[in-house]
């Protein structure tokens, strides 16, 4: 089975502090996933890679950024957190690129509070 | 880009009683998924539908592309059931998973 693991379930962090979350997956997929998850909006895609230090702009990037140096490895980073990023974040990956026609598995989610 | 709407919003069932989800899509679609996301948080990969039927227990899909819908039939419901049903969707002309808002499902003793 694929896993998808995230580096914390709940986080709870002040304003303007640099925040990282990790994603990690053991299924040696290709394209990884950051979304971010509200009441009323439904998923919202941040950013994505489909290749080791590859990345490209979701639906909502600004004031995100990402970092893939391996290819297990996908970590989300708010350079100074507000109090509007308060949410679910959802990690993902898949094997192929989803217009290939291809699975997107999910991690547990981190709920992170900015104060 | 493509839309994707699902319906009811809502469903409230007593155990053991049967149900429907609905997802309409704007867009032919080369991959659509059914997540169900249980009261921690964690999306669970349902099905990989992008068109045709599949069942899986007591759970089955059906996606009619030409006619731009999928349907979640979930029998005997259990309690264990209860959380929020997405549908998601990638049409031909990009790369992007595009979510449906979910409709969130009650199950009582």
Known sequence: DVKVTQSSRYLVKRTGEKVFLECVQDMDHENMFWYRQDPGLGLRLIYFSYDVKMKEKGDIPEGYSVSREKKERFSLILESASTNQTSMYLCASSLLASGRGTTQYFGPGTRLTVL | ?109
């Open chain 2, 1 to 109: 880009g493509i839309q994707v709407e699902q319906s009811p919003p809502d469903l409230i069932l007593q155990e053991g009683a049967n149900s429907t989800l609905r997802c309409n899509f704007s867009d032919s679609v080369n991959n659509l998924q059914w997540f169900h996301q249980n009261p921690w948080g964690q999306l669970i990969n349902l099905f990989y539908i992008p068109s045709g039927t599949k069942q899986n227990g007591r759970l089955s899909a059906t996606t009619v592309a030409t006619e731009r819908y999928s349907l979640l039939y979930i029998s005997s419901s259990q309690t264990t059931d209860s959380g929020v049903y997405f549908c998601a969707a990638v049409s031909y002309n990009t790369d992007k998973l595009i979510f449906g808002t979910g409709t969130r499902l009650q199950v009582f003793p």
